[in-house]
């Protein structure tokens, strides 16, 4: 997976990456509900977050309807990465 994505200009693959772009690709999450569906605490899901929005992949911004909780939001950057990644899986599948 890493020398594929390496290989198409992403050198930065993080192994949870994998997993949560795809689920961000689908819509924005908060970052509890990125830990649930993750199987991860809230905090570990924060540190992951965090990892995409230093590398440019996500931002987050408190939600509108409730200001405790906070989303994930993939950038345009995100989703070009998080597209590469759906399909190294597929290649990687054939």
Do not use: F, H
Not at 1 to 23: F, K, N, P
Not at 48 to 53: C, D, G, N, Q
Not at 55 to 62: D, L, P
Not at 68 to 84: E, I, P, Q
């Amino acid at each position: 997976m890493a020398l594929e994505l390496a290989r198409q200009g992403y050198r930065d693959y993080r192994i949870s990456d994998s997993a949560t772009v795809r689920l961000l690709l689908a819509g924005p999450l908060s970052i509890g509900e990125l830990g649930e569906v993750l199987g991860i605490t809230r905090q570990a899901a924060r540190k992951v977050t965090r990892y995409l929005e230093d590398r440019g992949y996500a931002t987050t911004a408190a939600d509108s309807a409730d200001g405790r909780k906070v989303n994930v939001v993939l950038t345009r950057t995100g989703r070009a990465y998080a597209r590469t990644v759906v399909e190294v899986i597929a290649l990687l599948n054939r």
